[in-house]
């Protein structure tokens, strides 16, 4: 079976992250080729798995029909079997090159929201990927959340969702530090846009300052860190808050932390909150759809609504507490959520589409 992957990001984030699990996690009998941008570090990564010949370009989070057309040359010259996109850019390719080509086009939500959308665009959008669901053999969701959110929207027909929960690597062995009540120390992963609400990082951070002992690292990449940093000195946080930045392994700072802190508006189901769970960590992240799929609150990590609820679970959290959470975090990490697994039942649902008659 030859499988064309289609994602418009491969710079650090989830959708990117969860494609190259499929990838390493390949069966032996799938060939699969990469549509994406020259984004680091994922397409260097792509490249190392399926070489330069199986990788075509598309532009970072854009829409072109130069791309479209040249996508569309290139399935039919490699003979591709179907069609798998990856998030709403990728998934618009995804759809119209399966109407160009013929091919059978599976498609994966990474998290759906249209919230901060104007009734416009909301409109467009909705009306859109109902009309793209036609064309859309499969759709994957990575939470039943977030399938339940589809299914509501009416984006596709019932029969053809399948929840496919995310997998990470499981590493063998942890080495999270022991917290015996002195510094806390808390890391979050944040991409500095709207939708992972860096500044609530910083209000949290802000309203800790005088409570507890704490030190806050946020490591990730985007166009508002610049102003997350200003906005750290303006508060007098430079000595409680480290914005580190991109990292090329963020598991090196997890293994130096107590505490997982996600302050995201919404999600599909994240990568990096499962990521802290196996890593042992006790994960502390907005009540929002793919986080509530995950935590379960008071047994393996805590929810909250607030600021004010986020500040209250903080500053009572207890050693015992902190130990108890973070191995059944790593329980459930390790027998819920594995990659290996996640990778076999996508390339399942990719092969009966392959194979079904159209």
């Given at each position: 079976?030859?499988?064309l992957?289609l994602?418009?990001?491969?710079?650090?984030?989830?959708?990117?992250e969860?494609?190259?699990?499929?990838?390493?996690?390949?069966?032996?009998?799938v060939?699969?080729?990469?549509?994406?941008p020259?984004?680091k570090?994922?397409?260097?990564?792509?490249?190392?798995?399926?070489?330069?010949?199986?990788?075509?370009?598309?532009p970072?989070?854009?829409?072109s029909?130069?791309?479209?057309?040249?996508?569309?040359?290139?399935?039919r010259?490699?003979?591709?079997?179907?069609?798998?996109?990856?998030?709403?850019?990728a998934?618009?390719?995804?759809r119209?090159?399966?109407?160009?080509?013929?091919?059978?086009v599976?498609?994966?939500?990474?998290?759906?929201?249209?919230?901060?959308?104007?009734?416009?665009?909301?409109w467009?959008y909705?009306?859109?990927?109902?009309?793209?669901g036609w064309?859309?053999?499969?759709?994957?969701?990575?939470?039943?959340?977030?399938?339940?959110?589809?299914?509501?929207?009416?984006?596709?027909a019932?029969?053809?969702?399948?929840?496919?929960?995310?997998?990470?690597?499981?590493?063998?062995s942890?080495?999270r530090?022991?917290?015996?009540?002195?510094t806390?120390?808390?890391?979050?992963?944040?991409?500095?846009?709207?939708?992972?609400?860096?500044?609530?990082?910083?209000?949290?951070?802000?309203?800790?300052d005088?409570?507890?002992?704490?030190?806050?690292?946020?490591?990730?990449?985007?166009?508002?860190?610049?102003?997350?940093?200003?906005?750290?000195?303006h508060?007098?946080l430079?000595?409680?808050?480290?914005?580190?930045?991109g990292?090329p392994n963020?598991?090196?700072?997890?293994?130096?932390?107590?505490?997982?802190l996600?302050t995201s508006?919404?999600?599909?189901m994240p990568l990096?909150v499962?990521?802290a769970?196996s890593?042992s960590l006790?994960?502390l992240?907005?009540?929002?759809?793919?986080?509530?799929?995950?935590i379960e609150?008071g047994?393996?990590?805590?929810l909250?609504?607030?600021?004010?609820?986020?500040?209250?679970?903080?500053?009572?959290?207890?050693?015992?507490?902190?130990?108890?959470i973070?191995?059944?975090?790593?329980?459930?990490?390790?027998?819920?959520?594995s990659?290996?697994?996640?990778?076999?039942?996508?390339?399942?649902?990719?092969?009966?589409?392959?194979?079904?008659?159209?």
């Open positions: 079976m030859k499988v992957f994602t418009v990001r491969a710079d650090l984030g989830g959708g990117p969860h494609l190259y699990q499929l990838l390493k996690h390949k069966p032996g009998k060939e699969a080729f990469v549509a994406c020259a984004d570090p994922y397409h260097d990564r792509y490249h190392g798995l399926v070489g330069q010949k199986n990788i075509v370009e598309l970072h989070r854009s829409f029909l130069r791309s479209l057309f040249k996508v569309a040359a290139f399935v010259r490699m003979n591709i079997d179907v069609l798998h996109s990856h998030g709403k850019g998934g618009l390719y995804g119209l090159l399966g109407l160009l080509t013929g091919r059978p599976v498609h994966t939500f990474h998290g759906l929201h249209v919230g901060d959308y104007s009734a416009r665009k909301k467009l909705l009306s859109l990927e109902r009309a793209l064309k859309t053999r499969k759709a994957i969701c990575v939470s039943q959340g977030e399938a339940l959110l589809v299914e509501k929207a009416g984006f596709i019932s029969e053809k969702l399948v929840t496919i929960p995310n997998g990470i690597e499981i590493p063998i942890v080495s530090p022991s917290w015996d009540g002195g806390l120390r808390i890391i979050a992963v944040n991409r500095y846009d709207h939708q992972k609400n860096p500044e609530l990082l910083i209000d949290i951070a802000n309203a800790l005088g409570k507890i002992d704490f030190r806050l690292d946020v490591i990730g990449t985007g166009d508002r860190i610049g102003d997350i940093r200003t906005r750290v000195e508060n007098g430079s000595e409680r808050v480290r914005i580190i930045g990292v963020p598991r090196d700072y997890f293994r130096d932390a107590h505490v997982f996600s508006r919404w999600e599909g990096a499962l990521e769970m890593e006790c994960v992240a907005t009540e929002v759809v793919g986080n509530i799929d995950v609150p047994r393996t990590g805590y909250f609504k607030t600021q004010d609820e986020a500040i209250r679970i903080l500053s009572t959290l207890t050693p015992n507490a902190l130990a108890r973070s191995d059944l975090a790593r329980q459930t990490a390790e027998t819920q959520y990659a290996s697994v996640m990778a076999e039942r996508t390339h399942g649902t990719l092969n009966s589409i392959a194979r079904a008659p159209t």
